[in-house]
């Protein structure tokens, strides 16, 4: 799990099978507790094998090329995930959930074993101090030459200092 990002709340999926390509956002149901990169912790909940049945936010892929109409158009899609697949062995959340990963694989009873996909985990960087601190004073000068980054940074070592 070293370098593959947690699905939380509002990633976007995708299905292998819809004719547009669309894409959906997930909606995480199955627990209320566990939250991934959010500071607050109120919006990023972290998202498990148990998001099963509607789970998006739409519930569907637009038209779905495994459902033809027999006119030479296809019926819309109607987005239902019955298990979950490349999950997070390791952990297991409160709700009896593992972890999904951004190369999980969701199947359909329609599309069949893995045809939707994570095309984007949800997570967002969010910079805080230790990155500030972290940070080249020589880069950083050059990208936002109008605060003297070695100055901050001392500064916030001051205020950790007065925490203490």
Do not use: R
Not at 54 to 73: A, I, R
């Amino acid at each position: 799990m070293s370098e593959k990002h947690v699905v939380v709340q509002g990633a976007t999926l995708k299905c292998k099978f819809s004719v547009e390509p669309k894409k959906d956002a997930l909606k995480v149901k199955s627990q209320e507790k566990h939250y991934a990169n959010d500071k607050d912790a109120e919006k990023k909940l972290i998202a498990t094998d148990k998001e099963i049945g509607q789970t998006l936010e739409k519930n569907t892929f637009g038209k779905c090329k495994m459902q033809p109409n027999g006119s030479g158009d296809y019926l819309p899609c109607q987005a239902t995930i019955t298990k979950w697949s490349g999950f997070y062995e390791k952990v297991t959340l409160s709700n009896k959930g593992k972890i999904l990963l951004e190369d999980s694989k969701g199947t359909c009873p329609i599309g069949g074993p893995d045809c939707i996909e994570v095309d984007k985990h949800g997570q967002k960087a969010e910079p805080g101090k230790q990155n500030a601190k972290k940070a080249k004073p020589q880069v950083s000068n050059q990208l936002n030459p109008l605060v003297d980054t070695a100055q901050f940074q001392e500064s916030l070592e001051e205020s950790d200092s007065i925490c203490k």
